[in-house]
């Protein structure tokens, strides 16, 4: 028998969540994962191949069209952007900034809310 082995945020999915990942993956992003972390904020991991060549800082200006075709609501409680390149995702380690965001992200630590 085999199991399935589901992330510690899985099942902090919400009908807001998968709004935004619905959203993001009809504008043509990749992979689009998001949870509710607490009653305030959502976190959201985009990972798409535009990525790649783009340095962080420029990444926003391609999802920031998307974020803000969201309700208002939806989009005021995103407060964690996490934006790879499939590279890093799949290799973490080689770049310190991204392993910790994604581990942060994959193992939410406990909220104070």
Same mark, same amino acid.
Request: no cysteine; proline share 6%; aromatic share 8%.
């Given at each position: ?6 992330? +510690?945020? %899985?099942?902090?999915?919400? !009908? %807001?969540?998968?709004?935004?990942? !619905?959203? $993001?993956?009809?504008?043509? #992003? ?7 972390? +607490?009653?305030? *904020? ?8 535009? #990525? @790649? *060549?783009? /340095?962080?800082? !420029? ?5 920031? &069209? *998307?974020?803000?075709?969201? /309700?208002? *609501? ?8 996490? $934006? $790879?390149? &499939?590279?890093?995702?799949?290799? &973490?380690? %080689?770049? #310190?900034?991204?392993?910790?965001? +994604?581990? @942060? #992200? %994959? +193992? &939410?630590? /406990?909220?104070? $809310?």
């Amino acid at each position: 028998m085999t199991t399935k082995h589901v992330s +510690n945020w %899985e099942d902090k999915r919400t !009908d %807001e969540s998968r709004m935004v990942e !619905d959203s $993001l993956r009809k504008a043509g #992003f990749e992979r689009v994962d998001a949870y509710r972390y +607490n009653s305030a *904020s959502l976190r959201v991991r985009v990972i798409d191949k535009r #990525f @790649e *060549s783009i /340095p962080r800082e !420029d990444r926003d200006k391609i999802v920031e &069209p *998307s974020i803000d075709a969201l /309700p208002r *609501s939806i989009q005021a409680d995103i407060v964690t952007l996490v $934006l $790879l390149a &499939p590279s890093e995702f799949e290799r &973490p380690s %080689e770049t #310190f900034r991204e392993f910790m965001l +994604n581990t @942060e #992200f %994959e +193992n &939410p630590s /406990p909220t104070m $809310l």
